[in-house]
């Protein structure tokens, strides 16, 4: 077999794999939003829109691109994710859920704000939010985690936000009144 024959089988298996896990998180998206209110992008768009966003910050910690608060507290998280909408024109942005990592999801920003949490719940992980016409991101992570500089508090279940860069927490923070 070539290497030709050997990476076609390798698309193949990946397209099949894409089509299972977006069948999967159709169904689950289905009980939490009314149906034809949100839209698969396909794959060639997601692929195109990934390749060129923001890459992960290489020092979250040191560069503080992150904001941390207890589940009990998700109404702050809510407020970033509000100062967030606000950069972007438009009434929709785009969502990725890690565990359904087969492309992009087209959503309304209203939809957004109704059902984060169970967006969350569903990835059972994590979501990236992305401006369709940017390039910026914010990532919100549900995880048992230390809180940073509480460390005596010992892990607790939070949730866990990463801005792409920046300029992007510097205008999430002007818009809201989190101290971020």
């Known amino acids: ?6 990476n076609r089988i390798v698309e193949i298996r990946w397209r099949i794999e894409r089509e299972e896990k977006r ?7 289905n009980s939490i939003l009314p149906k034809n209110s949100f839209e698969f992008l ?28 207890e589940l009990e507290k998700a109404q702050l998280i809510e407020n970033i994710i509000k100062s967030f909408l606000c950069l972007i ?24 704000i109704d059902n984060w949490v169970e ?18 991101f914010i990532c919100i ?5 230390f809180i940073s500089e509480r460390e005596n508090e010992g892990r607790k279940w939070i949730y866990e936000m990463t ?6 927490k510097e205008k999430c923070e002007s818009t809201t009144h989190n101290n971020v």
């Open 163 to 168: 801005f792409s860069n920046k300029k992007l």
């Open 42 to 69: 396909s794959f060639e768009e997601s692929d195109s829109f990934q390749s060129k966003t923001d890459d992960w910050p290489n020092d979250k910690w040191k560069e503080n691109l992150y904001f941390q608060t």
């Open 89 to 112: 024109k438009g009434s929709e942005l785009y969502i990725f859920l890690m565990n359904y990592n087969f492309g992009l999801i087209k959503l309304s920003k209203e939809k957004l």
């Open 1 to 6: 077999m070539t290497d030709k024959e050997k």
């Open 119 to 136: 967006l969350i719940e569903i990835d059972n992980d994590e979501i990236y939010l992305f401006n369709p016409k940017g390039t910026e």
């Open 23 to 29: 069948s999967k998180l159709e169904t689950k998206l």
């Open 141 to 145: 992570e549900k995880t048992e985690e």
